[in-house]
């Protein structure tokens, strides 16, 4: 089945500092991934989708100018959380849609993010 | 956004019950999702059912969906100590491309 791989799995920075996650489909071409963020606890929200070569989508309440989406090519997407807080920590996970209405979608392993 | 309820949030029990999740939904799906995920980890694709399926099963478990009521229910027979996970359901709305939209999960714990 498809493949979709995350990187880093896990991440610790300083306040103030970037990081850049990256989710990568090996073996399918993904016009659009979808970012999720789950704090602890609690269930996944969709943070923004993103779309190759346009400008990514974001949900209510998120703020685009500090969760940078790149979406290069129709293999990775990448998504940048700028200068880092410590509320910023979370796992992060993506996903690409699977077949619509006939399969599941593909989710990259996630990536956790710690800030301190 | 979220698209509605789980219950219950969480749920013990012993090895060799069943174990019965409920999810509810706000609005017109392709089909339904369920997921587990174990702690801190990614998420497992258990089973999916479409909209015009009612039920269907898969080794140990059994998904229903009641689209009238917008409704699904994930049923783990004979429960083992490793089900212990977090179980969320999710929906693919009708047009096509959109993200899944995620349940608040259910937290099961199978002791032996």
């Known amino acids: 089945g498809a493949v979709v791989s995350q990187h880093p799995s896990w991440v610790i920075c300083k306040s103030g500092t970037s990081v850049k996650i990256e989710c990568r489909s090996l073996?399918?071409?993904?016009?659009?991934m979808f970012w999720y963020r789950q704090f602890p606890k609690q269930s996944l929200m969709l943070m923004a989708t993103s779309n190759e070569g346009s400008k990514a989508t974001y949900e209510q309440g998120v703020e685009k100018d500090k969760f940078l989406i790149n979406h290069a090519s129709l293999t990775l997407s990448t998504l940048t959380v700028t200068s880092a807080h410590p509320e910023d920590s979370s796992f992060y996970i993506c996903s690409a849609p699977g077949q619509v209405g006939r399969g599941e979608a593909f989710f990259g392993q996630g990536t956790r993010l710690t800030v301190v | 956004s979220q698209q509605g309820e789980e219950d219950p949030q969480a749920l013990s029990i012993q090895e060799g019950e069943n174990a019965t999740m409920n999810c509810s939904y706000k609005?017109?799906?392709?089909?339904l999702q369920w997921y587990r995920q174990n702690s801190g980890r990614g998420l497992v694709h258990l089973i999916l059912i479409r909209s015009n399926e009612r039920e269907k099963h898969s080794g140990r478990l059994r998904v229903t969906l009641d689209t009238s009521k917008k409704s699904s229910s994930l049923l783990i027979t004979a429960s083992r100590a490793a089900d212990t996970a977090s179980y969320f359901c999710a929906t693919e709305a009708n047009q096509a491309g959109t993200a899944l939209i995620f349940g608040k999960g259910t937290t099961l714990s199978v002791s032996s």
């Open positions: 609005t017109s799906i392709n089909n």
């Open positions: 073996d399918f071409q993904a016009t659009t």
